[in-house]
Each structure stands twice: as C-alpha cells, then as structure tokens.
C-alpha cells in the first residue's frame, strides 16, 4: 500500500485545493467537449505538427471527442477509442456533446475484394456482411454506392435491387447514356441487429428484348468498394454491461474497441524485478482482448496506475468516497482510454480502490464496471472514465488464474457483472489450447464438424463451396502419402453441357467431374486422393466450385432459365488424414504469422521469454502477443516478460529493442547483424533460389563457405532510419536447439509505431522468410531468407528415416538397386556351392 506523505503547510494547501476543486465541480458534467468536422476533408495525425504521420482523414459531419490543445492542435478521440491528432482550423464545436458516435466506412473494409468488383449476366449478386457490436445501436445509417454500368444495357430493365438483412430498399436504375453513377440508400435502423448484418446487391441486367444471350460480354456492372461508404450513427445500449457483453465490446465491426489500455502497480525500489502480475498475468490478459477482437488488430498500451504526486493529490482534492467509487483517479491524462483493464493483488489495490469495492476480492476474481468521467463547466476532464475490467485475486497466483480465466471463458454463459473462479479441472495439463484450433493427423473430420454443413445451390450460375482444413503447424507427412475425401453429394435433373464440378485445394486444381447424367444421381462416398504435399502447415483452403448449366434447346430464341437446376453436398462429407511426425522448418516468419509457431505450439506447451529493452516498450509486447494470439485461435499459455537485456532466454524467445542496446554476442550465429554496426546479405551478393528445401536437408552454406552457390555479406555502420526490422534465427544462448525472434528500430518511439504497423493485417499478411523489413505502409516490404535452417520437434531415427526417404526417392531406388546386387551376388555364390557338391557326388 502506497501512502501519501504531508505536514501542515500540505495540508493547507490541500484544504485550498479542495476549495477550488469544489467550485470547479459544482455544475459537474459527465459529457465530453465534442468537435465536428467542417470541412470536406479533415487530417488526422500521430503528433501535433503538419509532417507528422498520417492516421487518417474525416469526412464532413463526423464528430471527435476533443481531449487535449497544444496550440491550435487538438488531441482528439476517435471512434473506437483511437487518439491522434488535428488542426483546430477544420473543426467547429459542437454545442451540446452526447454519446452518438458518427463513422465513415468504406464497403471494402468488408469484402476480401479492395477494388472494383464486376457482375456479370442477366442477373447476379454480391453479398456483404456487416458485423455490429451488440453493444451499440444503430441510429442512422447510409449506404453511398460508386458505380459504373455497360453503355450496351437497356435503361427500362437493367437496375440494381440493394437489400439489407433480406428486406429490399431500394431498385437502383441504370442509365446507358450516364455509365458512372453514385446512389445513396437509408439502412432502416430497426433493420440492423447484433452481430453479422448481410447486404445484398444483386443486379439485373438486360441488352435486348429477344434472342439474349445470358452470358453476353456486354452485361457488367462494376462496383467500386473503395469509394463505396456506409455513413453510421451509433450509441450505446441502454442497458448496463456485464461480463457477456466483452466479446461485444471488441466486436472486430461496428462499434468495437480497437485500443485497450492495461495498468499495473508501479514497481518499487525494493523489487529486483516484477512479479508474476506483470510477467505473466499481464499478457495472458492482453491475448484474452485480442482473441475476442478476432481477425482484427487491438493496439494495448500499458501504464502504472498513479498512487501520489501533485497530479494525484490534485485530482482527487474536494472528492468524497463516493465520486472516488464513481471514477478512475489512478489514471494519468494522458492514460485516458475508453476501455482499461486494472491487474493488481488485494494488498496492491488498497491503493487505489476503496474498501467496499475491495470486499468483494475473495479469490481469483473479473468484475467489469461502466463509470462516467467527471468533468468541470469547461469540459476539462478532471478524472476520466469508462469501462474498467479488473483483474485481481488474494495472491499473485490467483490474479494469474484470473488472468487465465480470462483467455478460456465463454463469455455468453456470464451475464453478471463479476465472477469469482472456485475450481479448474483439465484432463490432461501439459495438452496446449492450441490443439484444439487444429486438425489432427490420423483423423477423420465431417464437413459438417468442419463449419460446412449440408449446402445446396440452385439456379443457373456458379457457386463456391469453402471447407477450411487448419493443419498444426508442424505437420510433417510422407510425400506419398494422400489426404483422403469421401463426398456425399448429388443434383438434379436436367443438367447441360457445361455443368461441372471442380475441386481446388489451396487454388490449385486437383479434381474435376462431369455432371452429364441427364436425370440426375446422387454419390455416397466418393472417393478423392489429395496429395499431402499440395498440403501447407497452417490453414488449407479446399474449394468445391459448382457451374450448373442447363440443357441446350434448339429453336429461334428458345432457352431454359434454370430455375430447376439443384446441387446438394452433404455434411455427412468428411476428410481423413495420414498420419504425421511434428516437425517443422525453422526459421520461418510465414508458418510464425499464420500459425504463432514455435511460440504458440499446437502439440505441447512450450514457455517463452519475451525481452524488453525498457518499460515503456510493454504496450508493443503485448500488441504483437495478441497478434500471435489471433493467429492461432489460441493464447500463448506460458510466457514470461522480462525488462532488461541482460538476461539470456534458455528457449524460444522474443526480444524488443534498439540497436545500440542489443548485445553483442546475440548475432554470432546468424549470417546478419543489426547491432551498433549492420552486417547485410544483401540480394546482389546470394544466390537465394536453393531457399526451399524439403526433407533434412536443411543446411545452407555459410557466406564465408567454399562451394559453387553465391554467398556474400557486407558489414556497414550506419543507422536503420525509419525502418522496422524483424529477424527469426538460432537462439544463440539455448543448449538446445529453440528459436529467437527479434523487433527492432533505430528509436523506442519508432520501434513502437513499426509494431502497430507490422500487427495490422496488410503488413502481417506479407511475412516471409526470416528477414523481414518494412516501414509504415504495406508497399515496399522486404523478405529474404538467410539464416541457416534448422528442424524443431521429433527427432526419432526412425521418423528421420522416414523422412529422409520420402523427399528423396532415389535413395529408395538406390536401395533397391543395392538389394538386388547383394541378392544376386548371394544366389551366385549359392549356385557355386550347389554345383560342387554335386560335381562331388
């Protein structure tokens, strides 16, 4: 427990203080000082200057919380609690602020497609869905689409119908003499609901009244999602919040929070180091957030709570035990965040929480509270509020069980505010969470298990069917091996030519069939064999794509439409895998990006080390963990945060830190260097082509190595400049054998943005090899290999063997050759001896 040291003169300080902070409070106001924008486009930027870094750009109307001035900058809250900041000159103030939250989207940050999309036909459509957090309201919604039409159609019968969960809103017309066309349509607010909202566009499109060709070139219509927007109104529910709305609140669509702030207690003088609330509770809770963000990124910031100090002392001057229940006056200014997440023991929190709330810790304990921030007549905040999640427990190690808690729970079955853990049972504790995102060798799997059930397409067209096969990233097969399909699936009636069904495993194509029996037929167990090669470590992508076609009518203008058309896979469908080693090729950033590995392993738990160079580096640690996190649809369990680089990982590891403060010896088995001097591999000098290899063959030749492969280096001293850097090799300081992964950039500023940069999903998506650098934007990102690769998991001779001879077939041919020689040799010699005896008898 911290305690606030003070003598008279303090005392009657405070007593003025308490005087002047009473009088501000008086017309106490819970609302923000809110800001509008007034020009076409308003610059949003990471500092307050003209050339700093651009965060994004404001439309006309959408609104900001303002919470800071530096001149005639504002630091403002956008939404989903993101802070940057603006030029006051393109923004006039709101009169009355409220708690309406006005976004702009563009349509592509909801479709795989960023660009223009084109339908083609008489009739096709696209389907969007738009996630909304269950914790917001829609109160306005507009959609702005951006078109462009054939000049070939006929105005009166070529239109586009826009429907929104179903219901139909608007036929927008298509005029041939006015192709580039924008529409605007209202979204009911009453038609939106929590959770995944689908829009359709579906167009119909017509060149001729007679003799129409369905499938003429000239019916298109091409929508461009960039420049296409849906303008919300939102506010929050009316309602208070419990432990089930978490995953809501970090919905990755509308309305979710997309920054979180973590307080601990502040180190003291008397720590050697921090203990196991920091280390260890801190990022489990971290990853907890990220996986309930899903796909999307959440950028964690960490902060101490304030415990004394003028600043402390001031703001919570004239406050009573009540205003202090009501608010956060731990938090900084600067710390000010919709959502924080408060990790502490009992005895630490005695600091900062009153008594009452303190009670109610009698164990490993989660408790989110909804507070308003308190604010004087200006709209100064004076102590902010928000959401709080707090984390706590008796002891170290229940907070740590909290934290735990936290990362395995379903958050629908807790619609209480609080929840206390009384007991964990698990059957088997050294199995990682991991092993359950991930399909195991040996298996059979249902589509229907799989998420693709029963599926039928109707109608003329063609159609897509998805099954996702994760693989564990370690899964290592014979090459002749084959992954096995057996499909239950059957259609109509009436099928023409070009009806067909192909099968694509990863894009590529690995089957095809015919659908030419004229009345139709159905198949129970169709067998198809997928070589396991085609298969990659991670998530595989296996696509079913049906074209029906009618049959063909003879005649002037005669056709079918293919209404009738019917095709039907069933979930009874399943897939079987061979059996498989756990294997896998280190160093590799791709299988560390899709999968987390080695960090997050899907057969057995291994602890990692994170390093970081200083304190201030902790929000960045905890970004890229829950990236990592999201990954692999799993936490990564035993992780330990270390502050300082002097002390050396025994295992897996991950290291934060500038240049100048990584030590020295870290590079002496890697073929690259980015310490106070920089060795590169540049392109120029390597032959990089031979960087695939299969089976054991691992080894590469050293740049200072003989041999007829181009190997060089350069050694420079110089600066990285605006560059983040991330490399995976060889822990140097492992006995055995464990991969280290290291982020670094010339300043912690710069490292801290290169971070957030690198956890969006543009970057995170190009990670390749085990070099990678990039700076603030997905263009110009570069990979290379260098390291020398090594083998992480079985290392049986007898599952080497078998390896050994699956990628390298001509040592069987060899062996076979070899078998025959000494058989032959062998019947020689038994020849001989037979022919003696008999020439003796």
């Known amino acids: 427990m911290y305690r606030c040291k003070g003598s008279k003169v303090l005392v009657g300080r405070k007593l003025l203080i308490s005087l002047l902070m009473a009088l501000l409070l008086a017309p106490v106001s819970g609302q923000a000082s809110v800001w509008e924008v007034k020009v076409a486009i308003a610059n949003v930027r990471t500092a307050p ?13 959408e609104q900001v919380e303002l919470l800071d001035r530096e001149g005639a900058w504002m630091q403002v809250q956008l939404a989903q609690g993101t802070r940057a900041w603006v030029h006051q000159g393109g923004f006039s103030q709101v009169a009355a602020a409220s708690k309406l939250q006005r976004e702009v989207m563009r349509l592509s940050s909801f479709s795989d497609a960023s660009g223009p999309v084109r339908l083609h036909g008489t009739t096709e459509k696209m389907e969007l869905f738009l996630p909304l957090a269950e914790t917001r309201k829609i109160e306005d919604s507009t959609l702005s689409l951006r078109m462009v039409n054939s000049i070939a159609l006929q105005a009166q019968r070529s239109f586009m119908v826009v429907r929104f969960n179903e219901t139909t809103l608007a036929q927008v017309p298509f005029d041939p003499n006015q192709p580039i066309s924008d529409a605007r349509v209202r979204l009911p607010a009453e038609l939106w609901r929590g959770g995944f909202n689908k829009l359709t566009l579906e167009v119909t499109q017509h060149y001729t009244d007679r003799c129409e060709d369905a499938m003429a070139p000239e019916l298109w219509t091409e929508l461009d999602l960039h420049h296409s927007r849906l303008e919300l109104t939102h506010r929050p529910v009316d309602r208070s919040l419990t432990l089930s709305d978490l995953s809501s609140l970090f919905s990755p669509g509308v309305g979710g929070y997309s920054q979180a702030l973590m307080i601990t207690a502040p180190a003291t003088e008397a720590e050697a180091g921090r203990g196991s609330v920091y280390s260890e509770a801190l990022p489990l809770a971290a990853q907890a957030l990220a996986l309930r963000r ?105 907070v740590l069980d909290a934290a735990r808690l936290l990362t395995e729970m379903d958050d629908r079955l807790n619609p209480v505010p609080q929840i206390t853990l009384l007991g964990r049972e698990l059957n088997n504790e050294a199995l990682p969470r991991a092993s359950g995102q991930f399909l195991h060798p040996g298996k059979s799997y249902s589509f229907a298990a799989l998420g693709a ?7 003329m067209g063609q159609n897509r069917l998805r099954v996702n096969l994760p693989l564990p990233a370690n899964y290592y097969a014979v090459e002749s091996d084959h992954v096995e399909l057996k499909l239950d699936f059957g259609y109509g009636a009436g099928m023409g030519a070009g009806a067909v069904m192909n099968v694509h495993l990863n894009g590529e194509y690995v089957h095809g069939l015919l659908l030419n029996q004229p009345n139709g037929t159905a198949y129970r167990g169709y067998r198809i064999q997928l070589p396991v090669r085609k298969m990659t470590p991670g998530l595989n992508t296996l696509d079913f794509d049906i074209t029906l076609r009618p049959e063909l009518v003879i005649g002037e203008c005669a056709g079918i439409p293919g209404t009738h058309l019917v095709f039907q896979i069933l979930g009874s469908s399943s897939v079987t895998l061979p059996k498989a080693g756990a294997v896998a090729i280190q160093p590799d950033l791709a299988l560390f990006g899709a999968t987390g590995f080695p960090y997050i392993s899907p057969t057995a738990k291994s602890s990692t080390e994170i390093l970081l160079a200083s304190e201030a580096l902790t929000g960045s640690a905890l970004t890229l963990v829950g990236r990592m996190a999201q990954s692999a649809q799993a936490p990564l369990e035993q992780i330990e945060l270390h502050v300082g680089l002097d002390h050396q990982p025994s295992g897996h590891a991950l290291l934060l830190g500038t240049p100048e403060l990584l030590p020295l010896d870290l590079f002496r088995e890697w073929n690259a260097a980015l310490g106070r001097t920089q060795t590169w591999p540049y392109q120029a000098l390597n032959d990089l082509r ?3 290899q299969s089976g054991f063959g691992l080894s590469r030749d050293k740049a200072d190595g003989s041999g007829e492969v181009l190997r060089g280096r350069i050694h420079q001293q110089g600066q990285l400049g605006d560059l983040g850097v991330m490399a995976a090799f060889r822990n ?9 992964t290291l982020v670094t950039a010339q300043t912690e500023d710069l490292l801290q943005q290169r971070l957030l940069n690198l956890t969006d999903a543009a970057l995170w998506s190009q990670l390749r090899g085990d070099l ?57 010699r038994l020849l001989r001896q037979r022919k003696a005896v008999m020439e003796q008898a």
């Open 732 to 740: 140097p300081y492992a006995n055995q054998t464990a991969t280290l």
């Open 690 to 692: 031979d960087g695939v």
């Open 294 to 398: 899903q796909y999307a990124s959440l950028e964690l910031q960490h902060s101490t709570w304030l415990v004394e100090g003028p600043e402390y002392e001031q703001r919570t001057a004239g406050l009573d035990a009540d205003q202090l229940v009501d608010a956060f006056p731990y938090l900084a200014e600067k710390d000010t965040a919709p959502f924080h997440v408060l990790l502490g023991t009992r005895e630490e929190l005695k600091a900062v929480l009153p008594e009452t709330q303190l009670a109610v810790i009698e164990g490993p304990h989660l408790e989110l509270q909804e507070m308003a921030g308190i604010r004087n007549a200006q709209g100064e905040l004076l102590i902010p509020g928000g959401i709080r999640l707090l984390i706590s427990g008796n002891t170290e190690a229940e």
């Open 772 to 828: 990678l650098v990039w700076r603030d934007t997905p263009e110009g990102v570069v990979s290379m290999q260098v390291a020398s690769r090594y083998a992480l998991g079985e290392h049986s001779p007898w599952m080497k063997l078998r390896m050994t001879l699956s990628h390298n077939p001509w040592f069987w041919l060899g062996g076979v050759l070899l078998f025959l020689v000494l058989a032959s040799l062998l019947a020689v």
């Open 49 to 61: 200057a003209v050339d700093a870094a651009l965060v994004t750009q404001l439309s006309r109307g």
């Open 453 to 459: 059930g029963t599926t039928s397409f109707q109608n």
